[in-house]
């Protein structure tokens, strides 16, 4: 079974790797079930505490002891451990178990009251890979483990172990959010070395100084590095969050160094003054200025740092990266920078031409008209305070109108779908749905989707015959171009079409934009129950929050996070009948729980595995 192979030869190597925190198997390993048949018992009068009592008996490991064990006389030569019996290890072996003899020699054995066979530990999950019979690992991260790392480490062993697969065997990843995490710090580092390069072009296209543009170039590698310093001090790794943090930092670091620069080279122009006294002097003016400008926007970007809540775990590496790249920077400005002005930097009187000479009768021209509309703008001040006041009123009556969101929803590259049927339904039933879902994806949307894992038995809401879930791993973005065949869109018409399924309430979820912070995107409401509210009222109260809350505009898709309730049926056993009739009340308990379920006998040996020997009525 595909269940007992990932349990037997995946799942311990998997868990060895660095990185995972734990695995769980969608599909059950080997058990020896025993499927007894109530006749029979009866006709043999034989009790199901009858048969597991002799498997017990005939199934176990007895260590005898040793011969020429200590103390012995000087005479003896040899030790040898004595075995008198092992566990039993096939079908056959179970059949064999002798339940019952006479004094005549007729014996009854364990096949003649129940059917053996190797089947699985349990039946309460199907799995499926598009469509074909399947079985899933979910390996978990451990804290603070490297997610790209442990994933590629976990793919590097399964490709090893793979040599080994029995014939027919393949491997899929229907839900690896690894992809989505390295296109995502991709496209920030990407945009990291634009945003250098771009600051590096406009300092050389103002500057117009080769020596001038270096030296504010030099200080962005420094303030980075110093900046992962900080950042490896207080335990925070390189993500999305701390390299968006670099990318909106590096226009503001080097502004500290160009100031620096600017006011040197200003100096040296207009007061003749060689690069150290210039350098001197430019530290004299400017250095409280440079420590203001850092104290202001740390003031601005520090108190993130303090929020409480999911706002504050989300934006606290945000504010600790800027917060610490702009204090390096002022420190960088303030000892580094004057160094290299005073050591570097040459003034030089040679005249531009050519696009420079240009672009600076441009700046000129645009300048002087930029002064002019502030002078106009200052003798005006009424006029122009009229125009502000309209402005800030336009702005906060968009701000309230605007549409509001936690943080937006990406296209992570999966989607599930989870469905519920109606209490009580059994296991067939969620079969049926599941291929109806399955057929839908594999024809309406075959362009989109790579792989479905579903399961039947479990959802995001529990485990029970009338859950299920799937998983679906999409095409990448390069495939899938456009909005409408963007991840939310394909779940909304999956929503729409799935429907018409009129045996299951069937949601389609996308991830939730940050992984940990709920099951799938949205937000989840918790209703409690008041004292004194029983569990039908707070069912019913429940149910018409979900009808109000479907018709509201601006929610959909609102759904109870638990399974409904199953019908019960209530068994009670009269002790003083039982009594009477000569039963062990522990008979009557252990023949219906045999009855109704099942039971753990012991151990057997599968292929020097140690593994469950369950038995049940049948």
């Known amino acids: 079974m595909n269940g007992d192979y990932l349990v037997s030869n995946i799942q311990d190597p998997l868990s060895r790797i660095n990185g995972v925190g734990s695995v769980q198997v969608f599909g059950g390993e080997h058990a020896m079930r025993i499927w007894m048949n109530p006749q029979k018992l009866k006709s043999y009068s034989l009790m199901p505490s009858d048969i597991i009592s002799k498997i017990k008996e005939q199934n176990a490991q007895i260590s005898v002891g040793k011969i020429g064990e200590e103390p012995a006389p000087n005479t003896q030569m040899i030790t040898a451990t004595v075995r008198a019996q092992s566990q039993l290890k096939n079908v056959s072996e179970f059949e064999n178990i002798i339940i019952k003899s006479d004094k005549n020699g007729s014996i009854v054995k364990l096949k003649d009251v129940a059917r053996v066979e190797l089947g699985s530990s349990s039946y309460q999950n199907v799995a499926t890979l598009n469509g074909h019979p399947a079985a899933g690992l979910a390996v978990m991260l451990a804290p603070n483990a490297n997610a ?38 991709h496209e920030v580092i990407e945009t990291l070395i634009i945003a250098i390069v771009l600051v590096v072009l406009v300092m050389y296209l103002f500057l117009q100084n080769i020596r001038s543009t270096i030296i504010p170039a030099i200080t962005v590698p420094v303030v980075l590095l110093g900046t992962f310093g900080v950042l490896s001090l207080f335990g925070y790794s390189i993500n999305t969050l701390t390299l968006f943090g670099m990318v909106l930092a590096i226009g503001l670091l080097v502004d500290d160094a160009i100031v620096v620069v600017e006011n040197v080279e200003r100096i040296m122009s207009t007061e003749g003054k060689n690069a150290k006294e210039a350098t001197a002097q430019s530290m004299q003016e400017i250095s409280g200025a440079l ?49 290299l002005c005073g050591s570097f930097l040459k003034h030089s009187n040679k005249p531009h031409r050519g696009f420079f000479k240009s672009f600076n009768k441009f700046y000129e021209k645009s300048e002087s008209k930029y002064l002019k509309i502030v002078n106009f703008s200052l003798n005006k001040k009424t006029i122009f305070m009229v125009v502000y006041l309209i402005i800030v009123a336009a702005v906060l009556g968009l701000f309230h109108r605007s549409s509001t969101g936690f943080i937006p929803n990406e296209d992570q590259g999966d989607m599930m779908i989870m469905f519920t049927l109606p209490a009580s339904s059994s296991l067939s039933r969620t079969n049926e749905v599941t291929k109806q879902i399955e057929q839908y994806l594999m024809t309406k949307e075959k362009n989109n989707i790579d792989y479905i894992f579903s399961v039947s038995g479990f959802n995001f809401s529990g485990s029970g015959s009338n859950a299920g879930m799937a998983f679906i ?65 707070l069912s019913q109260l429940k149910n018409e929050l979900i009808q109000e809350a479907n018709k509201s505009p601006i929610l959909a898709g ?23 009739l000569g039963l062990s009340l522990s008979d009557v308990r252990n023949t219906m729980s045999y009855a109704f379920g099942g039971s753990y006998v012991n151990d057997f040996l599968d292929n020097n595995r140690v593994k469950k020997s369950l038995c049940s009525r049948r």
């Not at 014939?167 to 995490?181: C, H, M, N, Q, S």
């Not at 600790?320 to 004057?338: E, G, N, Q």
């Not at 199953?566 to 009269?574: A, E, F, K």
């Open 148 to 185: 790209l790392n442990t994933s590629e480490n976990v793919k590097s062993k399964i490709s090893e172990l793979q040599k080994d697969f029995p014939e027919g065997y393949k491997v899929a990843y229907p839900k690896d959010i690894t992809g989505f995490i390295k296109i995502s710090i």
């Open 291 to 339: 420590i203001a400008v850092a104290a202001v926007l740390s003031a601005v970007f520090l108190p993130m740092a303090f929020f409480g809540g999911s706002t504050g775990m989300i934006y606290k590496q945000f504010s600790v990266t800027i917060v610490s790249a702009m204090i390096l920077s002022v420190i960088v400005a303030l000892t580094l920078t004057p160094a």
């Open 473 to 537: 791993a999409l095409k990448n973005w390069d495939q899938r171009k456009g909005e409408i065949n963007s991840a939310q869109s394909i779940a909304n018409r999956a929503m729409m079409s799935l429907n018409s399924i009129k045996d299951a309430q069937v949601y389609a979820l996308v991830p939730p934009a940050i992984m940990g912070l709920g099951q799938s995107n949205g937000f989840t409401f918790e209703l409690q129950a008041a004292p004194g509210t029983d569990r039908d009222k």
């Open 558 to 580: 609102v759904r109870g996070n638990s399974l409904p309730d199953n019908p019960q049926v209530q068994i009670d056993i009269d002790n003083q009948k039982a009594t009477a």
